[in-house]
Protein backbone atom coordinates (compact mmCIF):
# COMPACT_ATOMS: atom_id res chain seq x y z
CA UNK A 1 0.00 0.00 0.00
CA UNK A 2 1.36 3.15 -0.86
CA UNK A 3 1.45 6.63 1.41
CA UNK A 4 -1.00 7.79 -0.90
CA UNK A 5 -3.30 4.97 -0.94
CA UNK A 6 -3.67 5.08 3.07
CA UNK A 7 -4.42 9.04 2.73
CA UNK A 8 -7.32 8.11 0.00
CA UNK A 9 -8.61 5.25 2.44
CA UNK A 10 -8.07 7.10 5.88
CA UNK A 11 -9.75 10.67 4.08
CA UNK A 12 -13.02 8.35 2.89
CA UNK A 13 -13.55 7.52 6.56
CA UNK A 14 -16.27 9.25 8.16
CA UNK A 15 -14.73 12.66 10.32
CA UNK A 16 -11.31 11.88 9.81
CA UNK A 17 -9.21 14.91 8.65
CA UNK A 18 -5.62 15.13 7.81
CA UNK A 19 -3.52 17.61 9.69
CA UNK A 20 0.41 18.23 9.32
CA UNK A 21 0.71 15.35 11.78
CA UNK A 22 -1.07 12.74 10.56
CA UNK A 23 -5.01 11.91 10.53
CA UNK A 24 -7.56 12.93 13.58
CA UNK A 25 -11.07 11.85 14.09
CA UNK A 26 -12.35 15.06 16.79
CA UNK A 27 -8.81 15.70 17.64
CA UNK A 28 -8.15 12.24 18.24
CA UNK A 29 -4.91 10.32 16.23
CA UNK A 30 -5.99 7.49 14.22
CA UNK A 31 -2.59 7.31 11.95
CA UNK A 32 0.46 8.80 10.97
CA UNK A 33 3.10 8.38 8.56
CA UNK A 34 6.37 7.93 10.01
CA UNK A 35 8.18 7.65 6.93
CA UNK A 36 7.73 6.70 3.21
CA UNK A 37 7.33 2.77 4.49
CA UNK A 38 5.92 3.08 8.22
CA UNK A 39 2.71 3.99 9.76
CA UNK A 40 1.48 4.28 13.10
CA UNK A 41 -1.74 3.22 13.62
CA UNK A 42 -3.49 3.90 17.26
CA UNK A 43 -5.02 0.47 17.78
CA UNK A 44 -6.72 -0.83 21.22
CA UNK A 45 -3.88 -2.85 22.75
CA UNK A 46 -6.39 -5.52 23.07
CA UNK A 47 -6.55 -5.74 19.35
CA UNK A 48 -2.74 -5.20 18.32
CA UNK A 49 -1.84 -8.95 19.23
CA UNK A 50 -4.81 -10.22 16.73
CA UNK A 51 -3.53 -7.71 14.42
CA UNK A 52 0.17 -9.21 14.61
CA UNK A 53 -0.67 -13.30 14.64
CA UNK A 54 -3.38 -12.82 11.42
CA UNK A 55 -0.36 -10.99 9.76
CA UNK A 56 2.97 -11.27 11.42
CA UNK A 57 5.21 -9.40 8.35
CA UNK A 58 2.73 -6.70 8.27
CA UNK A 59 2.51 -5.23 11.83
CA UNK A 60 5.14 -4.73 14.76
CA UNK A 61 5.02 -3.08 18.17
CA UNK A 62 8.92 -1.63 19.43
CA UNK A 63 9.75 -1.75 22.19
CA UNK A 64 8.97 2.24 22.98
CA UNK A 65 4.97 1.33 22.30
CA UNK A 66 4.18 -1.45 24.22
CA UNK A 67 2.53 0.41 27.01
CA UNK A 68 0.43 2.31 24.28
CA UNK A 69 -2.39 2.15 21.48
CA UNK A 70 -0.69 1.56 18.85
CA UNK A 71 1.11 -0.70 16.17
CA UNK A 72 3.41 0.00 13.39
CA UNK A 73 1.74 -1.29 9.72
CA UNK A 74 5.32 -1.48 7.62
CA UNK A 75 3.64 -0.63 4.37
CA UNK A 76 6.26 -1.91 1.64
CA UNK A 77 5.88 -5.54 3.04
CA UNK A 78 2.04 -5.54 4.12
CA UNK A 79 -1.37 -6.30 2.49
CA UNK A 80 -3.42 -3.39 1.78
CA UNK A 81 -6.21 -5.45 3.71
CA UNK A 82 -3.84 -5.30 6.55
CA UNK A 83 -3.38 -1.97 6.69
CA UNK A 84 -7.03 -1.33 6.05
CA UNK A 85 -8.70 -3.36 9.19
CA UNK A 86 -5.84 -1.69 11.72
CA UNK A 87 -7.14 1.73 10.26
CA UNK A 88 -10.20 1.02 10.79
CA UNK A 89 -9.96 -0.39 14.11
CA UNK A 90 -8.24 3.06 15.06
CA UNK A 91 -11.21 4.80 13.36
CA UNK A 92 -13.58 2.96 15.64
CA UNK A 93 -11.49 3.32 18.44
CA UNK A 94 -11.22 6.85 18.13
CA UNK A 95 -15.28 7.13 17.83
CA UNK A 96 -15.82 6.11 21.12
CA UNK A 97 -17.85 8.58 23.48
Known amino acids: ?29 VARQVDANTLLVRVPIE ?9 PDAFGIPPRMEAHHKIEAYLDRAAPD ?12 QRRE
Do not use: N, Q
Not at 6 to 29: E, I, M, N, Q, T
Open 47 to 55: RREALIERW
Open 82 to 93: AVREAIRLAWEF
Open 1 to 29: MTPEEVDAFVSSLDGCRHKPRGWYLHDRL
